[in-house]
């Protein structure tokens, strides 16, 4: 059991690129979400899904474009990547149980846009 | 103003201190707290999960919840230096779809110095 891998753990970008994120989690769980990290900030919801096919946006979606079509999949993409895209990405999953949801984090990916 | 205010800290104290942690809040509809760890470079981790206002105790951890005055802590006893990493509140308020989406508070940082 894994649990919640993302791939990569590091990437740099020049400014313009596209590259996509990939999270996978083999916990079976309904939900599952992209946050990005930056100092002072906390973590940010970028967007999030409630199932296959379901996406929705949450605090910071410019910029980004996701898709959930696996159930265990999650893909965050970024189509003209900014140097204010700098950041540390964590996907996330989770499932009800009992009335709650605990959310499971990825390892994150670093991404640097230069 | 942000919904979740928590002093970034650093915080150090030394091996067998109590610590205290804590978030102010200002969204009234939140009713799940969760205290989440992150060590340095990983993911985040659930360490406490409470519902509505209250204590939990954990081992070592007690969370308390003060709806009335939107304040939650995070209590450590006999802090170990295992303990130090980033501490991060989190909370959510119930939606369409349940109590999936958390907004974080920006996290404490901890070093709990042998």
């Known amino acids: 059991n894994a649990g919640v891998t993302q791939t990569p753990k590091f990437r740099v970008l020049k400014t313009g690129q596209s590259m996509t994120l990939l999270c996978a989690q083999d916990?079976?769980?309904?939900?599952m979400y992209w946050y990005r990290q930056d100092p002072g900030m906390g973590l940010r919801l970028i967007h999030y899904s409630v199932g296959e096919g379901t996406t929705a946006k949450g605090e910071v979606p410019d910029g980004y474009n996701v898709s959930r079509l696996k159930k265990q999949n999650f893909l965050l993409g970024l189509e003209s990547a900014a140097p204010s895209q700098t950041s540390v990405y964590f996907c996330?999953?989770?499932?009800?149980?009992?009335?709650?949801?605990?959310?499971?984090f990825g390892p994150g990916t670093r991404l640097t846009v230069t | 103003q942000k919904e979740v205010e928590q002093d970034p800290g650093p915080l150090s104290v030394p091996e067998g201190a109590i610590v205290s942690l804590n978030c102010t809040y200002s969204n009234s509809a939140f009713q799940y707290f969760m205290w989440y760890r992150q060590y340095s470079r990983k993911g985040p981790e659930l360490l406490m999960y409470?519902?509505?206002?209250g204590n939990k105790e954990d081992g070592r951890f007690t969370a308390q919840v003060d709806k009335s005055s939107k304040y939650i802590s995070l209590f450590i006893r006999d802090s170990q230096p295992s303990d130090s990493a980033t501490y991060l509140c989190?909370?959510?308020?119930?939606?369409?779809?349940?109590?999936?989406?958390?907004?974080f508070g920006t996290g404490t940082r901890l070093t709990i110095i042998p």
């Open positions: 916990m079976n769980h309904e939900y």
């Open positions: 996330a999953s989770s499932r009800q149980s009992g009335g709650r949801y605990e959310q499971y």
């Open positions: 409470t519902y509505s206002s």
């Open positions: 989190a909370m959510s308020a119930a939606s369409r779809f349940g109590n999936e989406k958390l907004t």
